[in-house]
Every structure is written in C-alpha cells, then in structure tokens.
C-alpha cells in the first residue's frame, strides 16, 4: 500500500513522528501537502463535511481509510509494519507511551506560547519565560526520567525491549527537538538521560532513518514548529 501522508509541509510538527516510522519501516509515502497542489488536496478532505473528515493535520490516507491525529496513525502503522508489539497488552503499552510522549510535546509547544497559539511569541515573552523556566524545573525530568527508568529497567536496549517500536522514533525525536530548542539547557541535563541519549543515537544510525535524515524528505528545524529556538528561552 502507499500512503498519502498530509502535514504541513514547511514544518516537522507533529507530522514527523509519523514521518519517522514511515521511513524505518520502509514504506512507499507521497508527503502530499509539498508537492503540486496537495495544500489544496489537504485542504479540501478536511472541509468535506461528510463521512469522518480530520479535524487537523496530520492525517494519513491509507486506502479508503482516512485516519487522524498522531497517536491514532502509530497505533495503526504500528501493528501493520512490525513497529508494536503483536500482543494486544503489548500494543495498548505502546499505544499508553506514545499518548505519554504527545502530552510532553504539548508542553514543549507551550514554552513559546504559553498564552495560546493565536498570539506571537513576541506577544507572551515573559510568560514563555515563567513556563520555560518551570518546564526545565519539573516537567522535563518527570517525562524523561519516566522514559529513562523504562529503558534501565528493560534491558537499555529499546523502551519495551529488545525490539524498536514507534516509541523508540518518537523519543529520537523528543531529543533531537530539545537539542535544537534548548541547545544549553539540553547540554547541561543530558548527563542526567544517558539511557535516552544512547537510544537517540542506536535510532540514527538505522539505515532506514540514517538515510532519511540525509535527505531533503527531512525538514530542517526551525521557528514554525513545535520546538523553537529563542535565545531568551534557553538560559
């Protein structure tokens, strides 16, 4: 099958971690919002009005399937490409981590925009600040610590074991945006994330995904997504 993936198409987002188990898995995919007219094509199936049209981006087209939200394509890419676990225990556990993983990317969209996303970061400075300040504090090493304990306690290799999963692309991807948004703090916390650290690297050197971040499919990060860099942010 090939997959018709819809995102924006000048950002990472939320669409990457989809973006990142495509590609491990091999898996033919347009990224149809970046060619041609596929922002009119993501725009048009989202205000069809009839059957079950996606609230937002991403969503992903498989068949006569059209299926939203991040968490709900994992579960679905995950048992179809050997990314989840076969057992339904093992699937939900992945399936719970992963809902885990979109609630931190939540909160590290709402460093910058702490005030909502109609308003420009220029608009809530000092409460991106306040945010950002208790985020480093408390939330990071709740959720990373959580993940790092997992780790530790399978085996060090994958988060549920000896076999990647979803999870595994996911967190990659928490560290390479934490890098990039926080490049200071990043530094100074890592020492605490060895486990998540060496997860991070074991994934890039896949071939799958080793190719994939050397090609143009990867979008560079930058100030529109979900993990921006503001120098005022990253003390």
Do not use: C
Not at 45 to 59: I, Q, V
Not at 99 to 120: F, K, N, R
Not at 192 to 202: H, K, S, T
Request: charged share 25%; aromatic share 12%; hydrophobic share 40%.
């Amino acid at each position: 099958m090939r997959y018709e993936l819809y995102y924006w198409p000048m950002i990472q987002g939320r669409g990457e971690y989809v973006r990142l188990a495509l590609e491990e898995a091999g898996a033919g995919y347009v990224d149809v919002a970046r060619h041609g007219n596929g922002m009119a094509a993501m725009t048009r199936m989202m205000e069809a009005g009839k059957g079950a049209p996606p609230f937002a981006p991403p969503f992903l087209k498989a068949g006569k399937l059209v299926i939203g939200q991040t968490v709900n394509i994992l579960l679905y890419l995950g048992s179809r490409h050997g990314l989840a676990p076969k057992a339904e225990a093992g699937k939900l556990w992945v399936h719970q981590l992963q809902l885990t993983i979109a609630d931190l990317v939540l909160e590290v969209h709402d460093t910058h925009h702490p005030l909502g996303p109609s308003l420009y970061y220029e608009e809530q400075k000092a409460p991106a600040k306040k945010r950002t300040e208790e985020f480093w504090k408390s939330r990071v090493p709740k959720y990373l610590g959580y993940f790092e304990d997992l780790l530790q306690a399978n085996g060090g290799t994958y988060v549920t074991g000896r076999r990647l999963t979803y999870v595994d692309l996911s967190l990659f991807q928490i560290v390479e945006g934490l890098r990039y948004a926080f490049p200071n703090r990043m530094e100074a916390f890592e020492s605490e994330i060895p486990g998540l650290v060496e997860l991070r690297d074991r994934v890039a050197v896949r071939p799958n995904i080793k190719a994939y971040l050397a090609s143009d499919r990867r979008i560079e990060f930058n100030e529109e997504g979900i993990f921006r860099r503001y120098k005022a942010l990253d003390a």
